[in-house]
């Protein structure tokens, strides 16, 4: 058996322990709502689901308003009452229980002086759909950086939303038979990656990033933008992660319909596998992939980043400092990279895992292996095709032998193919050794140097 797998499942075990006996932290969750909006115009704009409506909100959008003051209250409201108690025993669950501690050891490294009380406290807004003007479901809606906001006159950075997608209402993600297939846990942690993610980035970080992006939609498989992928890839990243290294999380029965939210928890497979390297090959079909995605569109697709953020966090070494190793990074010690190095989208954030003193050089050559070093090498990413051509040939030709197993033409074919394909894999070995030992030796070697090109179109 291998030894870092023994090692894995013993810091694994001794987290749950430790999580479970020491560091366990319960979320506070302080439901609350808008009390106050102050535009531009200075005006006052009373909100759906806010104080002058009662208990039956309305979804209505305020479109065109350009959001400056935010003031939340307490939302005492008994409306969604089932779905506040449904969503506070979510909270109460081990698993959950570790999500939040993410969220409270990352607070205290970007906020010294917070509380204890402070830092488990998450505020959430229920089903109040005036920000969702693209009713993208539950979201993390940061005000860092672009919005004063406050809640009984402290600063608010995030409030947790809970609002209903266009696809699926957000009763149906926490109805009885998702909370026990664990799928709105699944959902949760992506949202609250995200607010670490804004806790530790500065105001103007966050602001630059905002302004690089472009794309109105985001979806594991979508192309999006270099900044849209930072933020996206992570979280798709942290969910890969925790619904493999959690036993028993997100594995919901196979008996069970997935619906409109279980299908979620389908993304993580390709994640896991670098499907995401591939274009889609057919717009039906998620799980059928063809050709490599161009260096340019891999540092803007939220799939492909979010597997080196899978792989980082339970594959790649990290040494301790008693000499152990671990397989995958500690959270906390991406957590610490984002903060030190300021990421506002995929090439800064590379740039600043690549630089960790601990560990970043492995995880660059990781990087180079799983994207077919196609950032770095001159001709890589020409090859690589080439290569995944001659594969996706192959497995057609195969599907038809297996019909006409003796047919003289499509055997020739497929070992002409076989013989190409040997050739060119040879020549890859070749070239691999000599990109990876530039990598090594020459300190001036950017392993990202074509994004750098790229960095313009992208952003
Ligand atoms: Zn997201």
């Known amino acids: 058996m291998n030894l870092r797998i023994i090692f894995r499942v013993a810091t694994v075990l001794q987290c749950f322990f430790m999580i479970n006996t020491v560091f366990a932290a319960e979320a506070n969750l302080v439901f609350v709502r808008l009390s106050r909006i102050v535009n531009p115009a200075g005006g006052f704009a009373g909100m759906p689901g806010g104080g002058n409506l009662g208990d039956d909100p309305t979804c209505k959008l ?36 570790e999500v939040v501690d993410r969220v409270v050891e990352t607070r205290k490294l970007a906020y010294p002086k917070i509380t204890d009380q402070d830092a488990r406290t998450i505020h959430v807004v229920i089903n109040d759909c005036t920000f969702d003007a693209i009713k993208t479901g539950p979201a993390v809606f940061t005000m860092k950086g672009t919005i004063k906001s406050t809640f009984k006159g402290k600063p608010l950075n995030w409030v947790l939303m809970l609002n209903d997608a266009g696809w699926a209402q957000i009763d149906e993600l926490f109805s009885k038979k998702n909370v026990k297939g664990r799928i709105p846990d699944d959902v949760l942690a992506h949202e609250l990656t995200h607010a670490i993610t804004a806790d530790v980035l500065l105001p103007a970080t966050i602001v630059s990033s905002n302004k690089q992006k472009h794309s109105t939609r985001h979806d594991v498989g979508l192309i999006s933008d270099a900044s849209m992928a ?3 890839g992570l979280a798709e990243g942290v969910e890969a992660t925790i619904g493999e290294t959690l036993d028993g999380a997100f594995s919901y029965p196979y008996s069970m319909d997935p619906g409109n939210y279980g299908l979620l928890l389908e993304r993580q497979r390709p994640v896991r596998n670098n499907a995401f390297i591939y274009y889609p ?42 000499g152990a190793v671990l397989s995958g990074w500690p959270f906390m010690e991406l957590v610490a990279t984002i903060k030190e190095t ?33 950032t770095y090498g001159e001709d890589a990413y020409e090859f690589s095709n080439e290569m995944r051509n001659i594969d996706l040939e192959l497995q057609e030709l195969t599907s038809k032998l297996r019909v ?8 020739e074919r497929y070992k002409n193919l076989l013989a190409r394909q040997q050739g060119l894999e040879n020549q890859w070995s070749e070239k691999k050794r000599g990109w990876i030992e530039e990598l090594n030796t020459d300190e001036s070697a950017d392993p990202l140097r074509f994004a750098k090109k790229l960095a313009r179109p992208l952003q």
Do not use: C
């Not at 308003?65 to 939302?75: A, G, I, R, T």
């Not at 300021?342 to 799983?370: C, V, W, Y």
């Not at 006409?404 to 055997?411: F, G």
């Open 62 to 97: 305020l479109s065109g308003l350009s959001l400056k003051k935010l003031k939340f209250e307490n939302d005492e409201s008994h409306h969604r009452k089932k779905l506040k108690s449904r969503v506070t025993e979510v909270f109460r669950s081990e698993f959950m229980s």
């Open 230 to 232: 930072f933020w996206e």
């Open 281 to 322: 090959n057919n717009r039906d079909n998620q799980n059928n992939f063809g050709e490599l995605k161009s260096p340019r569109d891999l540092l803007a697709s939220e799939g492909f980043i979010a597997t080196y953020i899978y792989r980082l966090l339970t594959k790649l070494p990290y040494s301790l400092s008693n």
């Open 342 to 374: 300021q990421p506002s989208n995929t090439i800064e954030l590379l740039r600043g895992i690549f630089s960790r003193e601990k560990g970043g050089h492995e995880a660059m050559l990781d990087f180079m292996e799983i994207s077919y070093f196609s």
């Open 404 to 411: 006409k197993p003796d047919n003289p033409i499509l055997m």
